[in-house]
Every structure is written in structure tokens, then in C-alpha cells.
């Protein structure tokens, strides 16, 4: 028997390694580390990974009152916009003004991807706003919203003329994003 049993006393503890104390420094440090960088992010700003990459292959009829529907076909040949909206957003309704007066400057086609609408509303909604659109599918089921990426309404593409995907505007667009962002890029799109 060892002295310790015979003196009565427990064997003395192991030491353990101090790093155990500081995991939980380590870890709010890891974590607000993170945070501070989402912080900086733009949230507007989610890479899209069609950018680059041909237009989805899809084909719409048109919405409810117009003869023009939208496929992928329509959007080779020529620098455009596809504009994904609908009558119950609320975004879409701010945006419109913009849209409108983009095609009175005749700037370049914009084509409406109408989005899980019902067809008599947004029938009404481009009959009453006025309609920015040369072509205009509709989208009941939403799936090709899907294919083209969409997390939500509104978003506006700029196509180059061989049909490729080149920038996603996520949310409503404003004079200023199309002052700063928008034209510069259909201007060198289109030299």
C-alpha cells in the first residue's frame, strides 16, 4: 500500500491543461469575429451564381390581356432587362414609376417575369400602373423564378444580347441604382 491510502488521504488530482479555461474565450472571439464581418455585408448584395451563365430554358405564356408571352428565345440578340414582379408586392409598386420611365426613354426592352400572381390581378395592375413591358410571361406556378435564382420579388436581370445573365438587382430599383449601376452597365453593354 502506497502512503497515501495508509495516511487516509485520496490520491492528489491530475493537473489539467489550462487551455480548457480559455475555450469559451476562443469561442466569442470566433463569433464576433463573424459577426463583425456580416455586419459590414450589403444584404442586397447575394451573389447569384447564374451571373455569367445563359438565361435558364424556360417558356411563358403571357399574362392575362397581353399577346406577348416570354421564353429564353425572346432574350438573345438584343441587351435587355427581365423585371420579376408582382401585383401584391409592395416593392413592385415603388419600383414602377422607375420601370415606366425607363421605357419611355426607350433605353433598352424590358420584359416582366410575373411572379405566383393571379392572372385577372395582374391584369388590372399593369392596365392601371401602365405596363413597361414588351413581353410579359407569367409565372403562376413560380418555378421559373426558381430557375432563374429569385429569393424574392422584386429583382430586376440585365441580359447581354447573346443571352447571358450579367447582373441581379435584388429589391426595387431606384433612379439611383439605375443612374449608377444600371445604365453605365447597358451603355458598355451595348458599345
Known amino acids: 500500500m502506497t502512503e497515501d491510502v495508509?495516511?487516509?488521504?485520496?490520491?492528489?488530482?491530475e493537473k489539467r491543461p489550462r487551455?480548457?479555461?480559455y475555450l469559451p474565450l476562443l469561442v466569442f472571439?470566433?463569433?464576433?469575429?463573424l459577426l463583425g464581418i456580416g455586419l459590414t455585408m450589403n444584404p442586397r448584395v447575394i451573389p447569384s451564381p447564374l451571373i455569367g451563365k445563359p438565361v435558364p430554358e424556360f417558356s411563358l405564356p403571357?399574362?392575362?390581356?397581353?399577346?406577348l408571352g416570354l421564353s429564353r428565345a425572346d432574350l438573345k440578340g438584343e441587351v435587355s432587362l427581365v423585371n420579376v414582379f408582382a401585383?401584391?408586392?409592395?416593392?413592385?409598386?415603388?419600383e414602377h414609376p422607375v420601370l415606366m420611365d425607363m421605357q419611355r426613354q426607350g433605353l433598352v426592352p424590358i420584359h416582366g417575369l410575373n411572379y405566383?400572381?393571379?392572372?385577372?390581378?395582374?391584369?388590372?395592375?399593369?392596365?392601371?400602373?401602365?405596363?413597361?413591358?414588351?413581353?410579359?410571361?407569367?409565372?403562376i406556378s413560380g418555378r421559373v423564378a426558381i430557375d432563374w435564382g429569385?429569393?424574392?420579388?422584386?429583382?430586376?436581370?440585365?441580359?447581354?444580347?447573346?443571352g447571358n445573365i450579367v447582373h441581379k438587382h435584388i429589391g426595387a430599383l431606384t433612379p439611383q441604382a439605375v443612374r449608377d449601376t444600371i445604365l453605365p452597365l447597358?451603355?458598355?453593354?451595348k458599345e
Open 150 to 162: 429569385v429569393y424574392g420579388v422584386p429583382e430586376t436581370f440585365v441580359v447581354d444580347r447573346n
Open 87 to 94: 401585383s401584391w408586392c409592395v416593392a413592385c409598386r415603388d
Open 6 to 13: 495508509l495516511a487516509g488521504s485520496a490520491p492528489a488530482p
Open 19 to 21: 487551455l480548457a479555461g
Open 116 to 139: 405566383k400572381d393571379k392572372p385577372d390581378d395582374a391584369q388590372g395592375w399593369l392596365d392601371r400602373l401602365g405596363d413597361p413591358y414588351t413581353r410579359t410571361g407569367a409565372d
Open 186 to 189: 447597358l451603355r458598355k453593354l
Open 62 to 67: 403571357p399574362v392575362k390581356g397581353r399577346t
Open 29 to 33: 472571439i470566433t463569433m464576433a469575429v
